[in-house]
C-alpha cells in the first residue's frame, strides 16, 4: 500500500461547480497537511497549510483533515477555468527528518 | 513567481552523459530540495540541503549528486544518463529546515535521448 493514495482522475466539471478532491494515506505518524496546484509544465504551487485536523478556509478554497479516518479533502467553491491544474495532496510527520511524501496528483478540467 | 530559479528550463542529452542543474533559492531561505517528477513515479523525493549541509535523502540514485554552496545555491549532478532519467527536476525551498511549506521552482524539463 502507498502511503499516499490520490485517484489521478481526470475530472472535468463546468463553471461555478463545487469541486471536491481527496487523499488518503497510511502513516499516522504524518501530521502537516498541504495541498499543492500545478499547472501544465509548471512548479507545484503551494495552496493550503493545515496542521493536525480540521479545517482551514481560504476564499473558495477550504481544506478539511480527519486524522482518525486517515483521509484529506480540498473543497473548490465556485470553480472557475482558471483553477484547471493538476492538484497534489502531500503530508508530512515533521520534525527533525524532514520528508515531504505527494500524492500523485488529480487533474481537474473546469469547462467555461 | 515563487522566487526559485532554475537554469536550465530544457534540456536534451544522450544516454551515458552527464548534466548539472542549478537552482537559487528564495532570498532568505536556507533549505533547499530536489525532487523529481515523471509520469508514473509522481513527484519524487530526492535530497535535502540546510545551509551548506545534507539534511535529508530520498529516492536519489548513487549516479545522482547534489550540493549547496555557501551562497545556498545549489546544483543537481545527474551522470551516466539513462533513458528512464528523463523527467522533470524541481528545485524547492524553504525557511527552516522543518520545511513543511516548501516553494518549488519552475522545474528543469530533462530529455535523455
Known amino acids: 500500500q502507498k502511503e499516499v493514495e490520490q485517484d489521478p482522475g481526470p475530472l472535468s466539471v463546468p463553471e461555478g461547480a463545487i469541486v471536491s478532491l481527496n487523499c488518503t494515506y497510511s502513516?499516522?505518524?504524518?501530521?502537516?497537511f498541504m495541498w499543492y496546484r500545478q499547472y501544465s509544465r509548471k512548479g507545484p504551487e503551494l495552496l493550503m497549510y493545515?496542521?493536525?485536523?480540521g479545517n482551514k478556509e481560504d476564499g473558495r478554497f477550504t481544506a478539511q483533515v480527519d486524522k482518525s479516518s486517515k483521509y484529506i479533502s480540498l473543497f473548490i467553491r465556485d470553480s472557475q477555468p482558471s483553477d484547471s491544474a493538476t492538484y497534489l495532496c502531500?503530508?508530512?510527520?515533521?520534525?527533525?527528518?524532514?520528508?515531504?511524501?505527494f500524492g500523485k496528483g488529480t487533474l481537474l478540467t473546469v469547462n467555461p | 513567481d515563487s522566487g526559485v530559479t532554475q537554469t536550465p528550463k530544457h534540456l536534451i542529452t544522450a544516454t551515458g552523459q552527464r548534466v548539472t542543474l542549478r537552482c537559487s533559492p528564495r532570498s532568505g531561505d536556507l533549505s533547499v530540495y530536489w525532487y523529481q517528477q515523471s509520469l508514473d513515479q509522481g513527484l519524487q523525493f530526492l535530497i535535502q540541503?540546510?545551509?551548506?549541509?545534507?539534511?535529508a535523502k530520498g529516492n536519489i540514485l548513487e549516479r545522482f549528486s547534489a550540493q549547496q554552496f555557501p551562497d545556498l545555491h545549489s546544483e543537481l549532478n545527474l551522470s551516466s544518463l539513462e533513458l528512464g532519467d528523463s523527467a522533470l527536476y524541481f528545485c524547492?525551498?524553504?525557511?527552516?529546515?522543518?520545511?513543511?511549506?516548501?516553494?518549488f521552482g519552475e522545474g528543469s524539463w530533462l530529455t535523455v535521448v
Open positions: 502513516n499516522s505518524a504524518f501530521q502537516y
Open positions: 540541503y540546510y545551509n551548506g549541509e545534507e539534511r
Open positions: 493545515t496542521y493536525s485536523s
Open positions: 502531500a503530508m508530512s510527520a515533521g520534525g527533525s527528518n524532514y520528508k515531504l511524501t
Open positions: 524547492a525551498s524553504s525557511v527552516d529546515p522543518g520545511g513543511n511549506t516548501i516553494y
